[in-house]
């Protein structure tokens, strides 16, 4: 199992340009979420999604948009690049988010919006 | 909104002190997680405490869920080089979908 991974792990972005980030994982998990983490901040939710074609906002949800056409992918797209928006990006699954289910995440992705 | 607060944001000690670190919420917790993130690496899950006053030991880390579910803490005896990295509390609201909310984190760094 290669659990959860993200793709790209590094990408430089110009003000104004798009993108997408994906995540997958081989786990079957129902749930995934994306955070972003800044210095200081902690990790933040930013969506989160309870099944395959459902979508919810997080904490910090502004500026972005997510996807989860299949149970094990789960897009977060930015449609315009701010440079508040550099940050490390955290994809995460877990199994269902009741009582206790640990989250899993993938490897991060380090985005510089400049 | 749920907060949960962390204290201290960063720690330094030698090597073979003693670590501890504090997790607040502003809401009572169906329960608590704890997550270390070594440098440059991602979050890894280290336990989950449930029941009120609960206490769990891994080795040289000791875990603690308050009476009131209000707070947690972790406990690390003697450090070592490898316990580098940040802690994270993750807590776990009651009610409909149970949100984690990740506390700020504490930032520890063990001098040999």
């Known amino acids: 199992n290669a659990g959860v991974t993200q793709t790209p792990k590094f990408r430089v972005l110009k003000t104004g340009q798009s993108m997408t980030l994906l995540c997958a994982q081989d786990m079957n998990h129902e749930y995934m979420y994306w955070y972003r983490q800044d210095p200081g901040m902690g990790l933040r939710l930013i969506h989160y999604s309870v099944g395959e074609g459902t979508t919810a906002k997080g904490e910090v949800p502004d500026g972005y948009n997510v996807s989860r056409l299949k149970k094990q992918n789960f897009l977060l797209g930015l449609e315009s690049a701010a440079p508040s928006q550099t940050s490390v990006y955290f994809c995460?699954?877990?199994?269902?988010?009741?009582?206790?289910?640990?989250?899993?995440f993938g490897p991060g992705t380090r985005l510089l919006v400049l | 909104g749920q907060q949960v607060m962390q204290i201290p944001q960063y720690q330094h000690v030698q090597e073979g002190e003693d670590f501890t670190t504090y997790c607040n919420s502003s809401?009572?917790?169906?329960?608590i997680q704890w997550y270390k993130q070594r440098p440059g690496g991602h979050p890894v899950f280290l336990i989950q405490?449930?029941?009120?006053?609960e206490v769990k030991k891994q080795k040289r880390l000791t875990f603690q869920f308050g009476e009131a579910k209000k707070n947690s803490s972790l406990h690390i005896t003697a450090t070592q080089t490898t316990d580098v990295g940040t802690y994270f509390c993750a807590a776990v609201n009651s009610g409909g979908y149970q949100k984690v909310t990740f506390g700020t984190g504490t930032k520890l760094q063990v001098i040999p």
């Open positions: 405490l449930v029941k009120s006053g």
């Open positions: 809401t009572t917790l169906s329960n």
């Open positions: 995460a699954s877990s199994y269902w988010a009741g009582l206790g289910e640990t989250q899993y």
